[in-house]
């Protein structure tokens, strides 16, 4: 069975002070890794999706990488609106059926950074 | 361009009622998927609509169903309503063309059984 594991459960950073999220995932096949923040009271906003193994993707102060069985998100010289809860998903090729709309979330990462 | 729009955005319900969220897609947007989330239990895929048919089902007792219009809006029910079923019900929108399209949600309907 699909299984996405994300690590620390919470991260509290002081402003300027930066550091990496874990995503490990299980899947049969990758379709799509991504990653997205979501902020209290509202939904999830994409932030980047990573294909294959090496691939690297930069936003601002972010900087998502995969591998074969894990991806980071590193968050650098982070500034207090950078506190949100980053929330992993994949996309698995099933051996039978299709995937449509269908992604595996982890349980999400909330960070707290402070001035 | 205006975001997924889900109404209401706060539910309170009473256990054995049924509750009805609508989802309106990002114009142009012809996929619309729907997610639970839960503090223990994170987001859980309920089911995805593409042209007003079901193309995908999550692992969802039956009393949780959907449907799409021709508009592409959308609405889930919830029947026989237990207090399990409190959690943050997101919609989410994509075109619907190919499987790994970044989803775009709306803020989510709050339901809280009693």
């Known amino acids: 069975e699909d299984q996405v594991t994300q690590s620390p459960e919470a991260l509290r950073l002081q402003e300027g002070e930066s550091s990496s999220l874990n995503c490990s995932y299980t899947?049969?096949?990758?379709?799509?890794l991504f990653w997205y923040r979501q902020d209290p009271g509202k939904g999830p906003e994409f932030l980047f999706t990573?294909?294959?193994a090496g691939e690297e993707k930069e936003k601002e102060r972010l900087k998502a990488t995969l591998t074969k069985k894990e991806s980071f998100l590193h968050i650098t010289a982070p500034k207090p609106e950078d506190s949100a809860t980053y929330l992993c998903?994949?996309?698995?090729?099933?051996?039978?059926?299709?995937?449509?709309?269908?992604?595996?979330f982890g349980a999400g990462t909330q960070v707290v950074v402070t001035p | 361009k205006a975001g997924v729009t889900q109404t209401p955005r706060y539910l309170i319900k009473t256990r054995g009622q049924q509750v009805t969220l609508s989802c309106s897609p990002i114009?142009?947007?012809?996929?619309v998927s729907w997610y639970q989330q839960t503090p223990g239990q994170g987001l859980q895929f309920l089911f995805e609509?593409?042209?007003?048919?079901?193309?995908n089902k999550g692992n969802f007792p039956g009393r949780f169903s959907g449907r799409q219009f021709s508009n592409s809006r959308s609405e889930m029910n919830v029947s026989t309503l237990e207090l399990g079923d409190s959690a943050l019900y997101l919609c989410?929108?994509?075109?619907?063309?190919?499987?790994?399209?970044?989803?775009?949600f709306g803020s989510g309907t709050q339901l809280s059984v009693l």
């Open positions: 114009s142009g947007h012809r996929s």
């Open positions: 899947v049969s096949g990758l379709r799509g």
């Open positions: 609509y593409f042209s007003e048919t079901q193309r």
């Open positions: 998903a994949v996309q698995d090729k099933p051996l039978m059926g299709d995937s449509w709309g269908k992604f595996q």
């Open positions: 990573l294909y294959s």
């Open positions: 989410a929108s994509s075109l619907g063309r190919s499987f790994n399209e970044k989803l775009f």
